[in-house]
């Protein structure tokens, strides 16, 4: 069946622009979690959304970041005004479990260059 | 504070066994999670342990000690496509979001 999808796959962006990027989960999955792997480091967890609960954005490293989740589904991660730390990789995952823990699907990734 | 420690890197050759170790220290424990990731691709579910003991998956298994924070991931009869990051995580008690490690990279060896 289909996975997680992301558009874009790559992203080319000027420093002080404004990006978006999409998450499409895996149909029927509750909960979508949005990561960023940046060269040589470890996944780092930004933001998870949970069926209808208030999002945790525990990790969103400023305020430039946000990101919303329409429908139960789609999700939507903007960077306002882009830094060239916020160049890496943006990883979308879901996961079915309606419990804390769950097995979670990555998608392929964003890689976001800021120039 | 959060914490997750793994090798940066391993060597292993084609047809042996590997150990990659895992050490954890978290505010919350809810399972920890081995994942494969291969250059330029998604990660990859390879094993949960919620519980202290060995979880074995035809090639791979993975062990769990709770009160000594310690996981091992163990890859046997490695193959050529075993080549990959391995990554450590730790899903806390707020929600399920995973705690990465930096990952090992494997690489092995003719």
């Known amino acids: 069946g289909a996975g997680v999808s992301q558009s874009p796959s790559n992203k080319v962006t000027e420093k002080g622009k404004d990006v978006e990027l999409r998450c499409d989960p895996i149909?029927?999955?509750?909960?979508l979690y949005w990561y960023r792997q940046s060269l040589g480091q470890g996944l780092e967890f930004l933001i998870y959304f949970q069926g209808n609960s208030a999002p945790d954005k525990s990790g969103l490293p400023s305020d430039r970041f946000s990101a919303e989740r329409t429908g139960g589904s789609v999700s939507t991660l903007t960077i306002q005004r882009t830094q060239q730390e916020d160049s890496a990789v943006y990883l979308c995952a879901s996961s079915h479990r309606q419990g804390p823990v769950g097995e979670q699907y990555f998608g392929p990734g964003t890689r976001l260059t800021v120039t | 504070g959060q914490n997750i420690d793994q090798p940066t890197e391993m060597t292993a050759t084609e047809g042996a066994i590997v150990q990659i170790n895992c050490t954890y220290q978290t505010s919350g424990f809810n399972g920890l999670f081995w994942y494969q990731q291969h250059a330029g691709e998604a990660p990859t579910f390879l094993s949960y342990?919620?519980?202290?003991g060995l979880e074995e998956k035809g090639r791979f298994s993975s062990f769990l000690s709770r009160s000594k924070g310690y996981s091992y991931l163990l890859l046997k009869e490695l193959q050529m496509k075993d080549s990959a990051s391995y990554l450590c995580a730790v899903s806390d008690n707020q929600g399920g979001k995973l705690i990465f490690g930096q990952g090992t990279e494997l690489s092995v060896k003719p």
């Open positions: 342990n919620v519980l202290d």
């Open positions: 149909s029927g999955h509750t909960a």
